[in-house]
Structures are given as C-alpha cells and as structure tokens.
C-alpha cells in the first residue's frame, strides 16, 4: 500500500498564493489520476481539483492542481487567497487495490 | 443537479448492527460506481467501500472487511451499507460519495453526500 504525505498546516495572508504538497510514498505519481478535496469546518468535503488539473464547474480559476515526477508528487495551488478559502484540503489518488487519501492539510487564511 | 442524502446513523451499542442508506437524484444512479467514506471525530478521510455501477463488484478496506456489506438498489437509486459488529473505532461521520464514472477508483469529479454520525458507544 503507498501513502499520500500532507504538510500538516500551512497558512497565508489574504491576496497572496499558497501551495499545498501531496507526495507519494511508493508508485509514480504520474501513473494514476490525484484528486483535491475541500472540507471547511462542520461541512462535507467538495471537489476542487480532480484528474490531476481538471477543475469542476463553479470551482474558481484560483484553484490549479498540478504534478511533478521528479519529486513524485501533486500540488494544489490557490492563487488571490480569501478567507473563504480557509478549510481543510485532502489530496487523493488510488491504484488496483486501493483508494487512499492523504492526511489532509490545514489552511488557514490570517 | 446530483443530490445524495445519507441516513440511518445514529448511536449504537458496541456489537449490534446498523445499516446507513445513501438516497441518490440528479444523475443515471445506474451508470456510475459509488463509495462510502469514513471521518472519525477531528480525524481525516478514511475510505470505506465501493459498489461497482451495476452491482456486481465490490471491494472493501482491509480495517472493514468481513463486517461492511455495501449494496446498492437501483430500483430506489439507493446505495447502502451495513455495519455488523460495531466497534468503537467505527464511530465516525459515513459519506456516501459517486464516482466520476464507471471507473470504481474515486477519480474524476467526485460528488458527496452531507454524512450520517454513527457514535458507537456503549
């Protein structure tokens, strides 16, 4: 089974970018599609990124996912940060066997 | 627009069963694979289960196999999970979630349910 490793928190002020990473622990990162998960305080996650860089209709532009083989990992990048923004964001991927979610990440906007 | 409405939590004796229900509208519930997804209280994403589009596959985690059961009643576009031999750690939020499509992976643009709260907890 591999892992998806997540900054525990990360934060930034209003205005400015922030960008969460997601390495992979065993496996190429390129080889199966990463997904990016939203969940503010007392709500259910929502779709911010999926299939590496797609983003669903009604998510802003500010959200970007990308990845990098070289560090075998996937980044999700809020650009323009508003407070709105500040939640909890997990990263997601799978292989034949397993669906696995990464610890997930604390943004906080201050 | 897709809706999944998740029921049946509640709080439950450690050993007794339970069986959540995961009401789908919006799309074809036929043509799409579908999870469940587990949050322990201040924990992250844990997932669960998947049933295949039409039912005939399912795999399960290995922290949860031989006592979840998912199913699924595309008659009444409803997915379901049952729970036997409840235990302390299984108490958690349960979001049912569809897949981005016949892939049964969790990939493409996941949509979820609000959650249904099993406490276990003698």
């Known amino acids: ?110 | 627009q897709v809706q999944l409405v998740e029921s049946g939590g509640g709080v439950v004796q450690p050993g007794r069963s339970l069986r959540l229900s995961c009401a789908a509208s919006g799309f074809t519930f036929s043509t799409y694979a579908m999870h469940w997804v587990r949050q322990a209280p201040g924990k992250g994403l844990e997932w669960v289960a998947v049933i295949s589009y039409d039912g005939s596959n399912y795999y399960y985690a290995d922290s949860v196999k031989g006592r979840f059961t998912i199913s699924r009643d595309s008659s009444k576009n409803t997915l379901y999970l049952q729970i036997n031999s409840l235990r302390t750690e299984d108490t958690a939020v349960y979001y049912c979630a569809r897949d981005g499509g016949r892939s049964w992976y969790l990939r493409g643009e996941v949509h979820w349910g609000q959650g249904t709260l099993v406490t276990v907890s003698s």
């Open chain 1, 1 to 110: 089974n591999f892992m998806l490793t997540q900054p525990h928190s990360v934060s930034e002020s209003p205005g400015k970018t922030v960008t969460i990473s997601c390495t992979r622990s065993s496996g190429s990162i390129a080889s199966n599609y990463v997904q990016w998960y939203q969940q503010r305080p007392g709500s259910f996650p929502t779709t911010v990124i999926y299939e590496d860089n797609q983003r669903p209709s009604g998510v802003p532009d500010r959200f970007s996912g990308s990845i990098d083989s070289s560090s075998n990992s996937a980044s999700l990048t809020i650009s323009g940060l508003k407070t709105e923004d500040e939640a909890d964001y997990y990263c997601q991927s799978y292989d034949s066997s397993n669906r696995v979610f990464g610890g997930g990440t604390k943004l906080t906007v201050l």
